[in-house]
């Protein structure tokens, strides 16, 4: 069974920064694509970052110069740094996995979240 953990969320005040991780466990045979995603209260889930097997990156354009999505194959972990965080900023932070599994199917699995809030 595939789990992912999510870790790193906090308060923290504007300009400060917060580093998020995501861990998968589990039997699959390779990660694909890994992402953050966010919700904020009444809001729709956002794609924040995205990084792909070869390493390309997108960014939402909120977040652009100010977070950084990383991913490290060998330790199965996606991690988001995040600087300068603004009171906007503030919402549930969600990691998604494509993955291909040993049967040669794609699925996808979500984290249960981690909340980050910057307040003034």
């Known amino acids: 069974q595939v789990q992912l953990v999510e870790s790193g969320g906090g308060l923290v005040q504007p300009g400060e920064s917060l580093r998020l991780s995501c861990g998968v466990s589990g039997s699959i045979f390779i990660i694909l694509h890994m992402g953050w995603y966010r919700q904020a209260p009444e809001q729709q889930r956002e794609l924040v970052a995205a990084i792909t097997t070869g390493g390309s990156t997108n960014y939402a354009d909120s977040v652009k110069g100010r977070f950084t999505i990383s991913r490290d194959n060998n330790k199965r972990t996606a991690y988001l740094q995040m600087n300068d965080l603004k009171p906007e900023d503030t919402a549930v932070y969600y990691c998604?996995?494509?993955?291909?599994?040993?049967?040669?199917?794609?699925?996808?699995?979500w984290g249960q979240g981690t909340q980050v809030t910057v307040f003034s």
């Open positions: 998604h996995v494509e993955v291909l599994e040993y049967s040669h199917s794609r699925d996808d699995y």
